[in-house]
């Protein structure tokens, strides 16, 4: 559920997908101790018409602390 006062802008991602004028949107912001990434991805068919929007939201911190690499073979 979307705080009132920022359901416009959702719906104005979402009329803007719909219009084939953007195919993501990303925001990030602070809740008290997290913070917070917030992306929208349009989601089309094979013809490139909008099915739908993807909403996904991460909590970052521990990313922004993240140095060096860690390949993907690494991963056990």
């Given at each position: 559920?979307?705080?009132?006062e920022s359901v416009h802008v959702v719906e104005n991602?979402?009329?803007a997908f719909r219009e084939g004028k953007?195919?993501?949107?990303?925001?990030w912001?602070?809740?008290g101790p997290k913070f917070v990434?917030?992306?929208y991805f349009a989601v089309r068919d094979e013809e490139?018409?909008?099915r739908?929007?993807?909403e996904v939201s991460q909590e970052i911190s521990?990313?922004?602390?993240l140095k060096g690499d860690k390949r993907l073979l690494e991963w056990e």
């Open positions: 559920m979307h705080p009132p991602i979402v009329n953007k195919d993501d949107a990303s925001f912001i602070h809740m990434l917030i992306r490139g018409n909008f739908g929007t993807l521990e990313i922004q602390e």
